[in-house]
């Protein structure tokens, strides 16, 4: 925190769906927050735009390519610009910065929350691939740095909010809650044909486009619940899925007594990601309320684990440990991506991450290097399944 009392953030991935979510909230807060990093991957405009609003310390774009394009915008401008993935790496680690988001998508985002928390900087984790790729490394690293990791995902952050003032009562299990997503109502053969359009409509949530091919394949759910495991030391069987198609209740917790808490609200990640960067401070706030007059009926049904075999999946990766979550997220990053180019169908999203695990050799007590092993030699293998059944290859 900074003399005035303001805390500065560095903000990975701004020009994201959480991270511009997160400048929302820098927006409505200039005397609390003060945006000190700012980084994309390639969106040089929206890049630029954010640090001529919000004046940072610095910014890093990891295409090295808009590194000159960035410059020029901003060299009448007192602020430093960076370029490259190493970069990305050392900017969370400047001494100004009191609180790292991590909410770029993907394993790209393991790097730099890795130095963020070698740095002693406390992190505001969205981006959970970082849990489940390297969780058993990333947890023991910030034990041993004495970092605090607060969810920003909206299921984690109910959790943890559900969790405040219980210190030292048994949790039986958690339950979190899941959409269900576009594909819901819909039985497994209709799938075989749906497109990317209609992945892409989310009923509850704007998000961006990897975590909404998730949500429609429910992979999402099966992330997150190996994204539970490690933030809350649960075991897999302590950690149930529960549709809820409103979005209302993002997550409970079940005490050994038998009682039950929930956490509401209407579904909007400015909420989790508000409760992450001010902990254990709850903030006013303008966001729209809920209202019960709005919503007669919440409902609440088991996930059809046939229809979405990626919540099985996943629930065998966390069984078996090792190496073999990190197959299951670089596989589903890859499949994802190949469906996203129109390149394989919906239903073979699953097929491929399922093949990779069958295929992947299993590390039991892996280290970062195995980790990174892993996803790499992983990547491959998805790829070339991807290509076997790309329909546009002769
Ligand atoms: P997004 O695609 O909208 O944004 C991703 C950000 O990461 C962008 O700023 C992009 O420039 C940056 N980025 C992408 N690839 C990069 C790379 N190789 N190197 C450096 N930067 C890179 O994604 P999002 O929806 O904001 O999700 C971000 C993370 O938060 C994901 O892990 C997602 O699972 C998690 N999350 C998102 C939501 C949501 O509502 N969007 C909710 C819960 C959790
Ligand atoms: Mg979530």
Request: charged share 20%.
């Given at each position: ?225 190996i994204?539970?495991g ?6 897999p ?75 099985t999946l996943a629930r065998e990766a966390m069984k078996t440990g090792g190496t073999m979550p990190c197959v299951l ?27 990779c695990m069958m295929?992947g050799a299993q590390v039991d007590?892996p ?7 892993c ?20």
């Amino acid at each position: 925190m900074n003399r005035q009392g303001t805390k500065n953030i560095a903000i990975m991935g701004s020009t994201g769906s959480i991270g511009t979510q997160a400048l929302d909230i820098v927006r409505a807060h200039p005397d609390l927050l003060q945006a000190e990093v700012l980084t994309a991957q390639n969106n040089a405009d929206l890049l630029i735009k954010q640090a001529l609003e919000f004046e940072p310390n610095c910014v890093a774009i990891a295409d090295k390519s808009k590194y000159g394009y960035v410059k020029e915008a901003l060299q009448k401008h007192d602020i430093k610009v960076y370029a490259g993935a190493d970069a990305l790496c050392q900017v969370v680690q400047m001494d100004t910065i009191d609180l790292v988001l991590a909410a770029i998508v993907g394993i790209a985002g393991l790097n730099s929350t890795i130095a963020a928390i070698k740095a002693g900087k406390p992190v505001a984790l969205a981006n959970k691939e970082t849990l489940v790729v390297a969780g058993a490394f990333v947890t023991a690293l910030a034990k041993e740095k004495g970092v605090n990791i607060y969810p920003v995902d909206s299921e984690h952050s109910a959790v943890f909010q559900c969790l405040a003032g219980e210190y030292g009562n048994k949790v039986e299990k958690i339950i979190l809650t899941a959409s269900g997503g576009p594909f819901r109502e819909r039985d497994k053969a209709s799938l075989a044909s749906v497109t990317k359009a209609d992945a892409l409509k989310h009923p509850n949530w704007t998000m961006g486009a990897k975590i909404t091919i998730d949500s429609a394949t429910m992979m999402n759910k099966g992330l997150e619940i190996i994204e539970a495991g490690w933030l809350f030391a649960l075991k897999p069987e302590q950690i149930e899925v529960v549709i809820h198609p409103q979005s209302i209740i993002h997550s409970l917790v079940q005490f050994h007594d038998g009682s039950i808490k929930a956490q509401m609200g209407m579904p909007d990640m400015r909420i989790p990601i508000q409760y992450a960067l001010f902990y254990p401070n709850r903030i006013a706030s303008s966001f729209p309320r809920f209202d019960f007059g709005a919503y007669p009926k919440l409902t609440f049904e088991l996930p059809d684990t046939e229809k979405f075999r990626a919540l099985t999946l996943a629930r065998e990766a966390m069984k078996t440990g090792g190496t073999m979550p990190c197959v299951l997220n670089a596989a589903n990053e890859v499949a994802v991506d190949a469906f996203l180019k129109d390149r394989i169908s919906f239903l073979q999203i699953a097929e491929v991450v399922e093949s990779c695990m069958m295929k992947g050799a299993q590390v039991d007590k892996p280290g970062l290097e195995d980790f990174l092993n892993c996803d790499t030699e992983t990547r491959r293998t998805a790829e070339r399944l991807c290509l076997q059944t790309d329909t546009r290859q002769p």
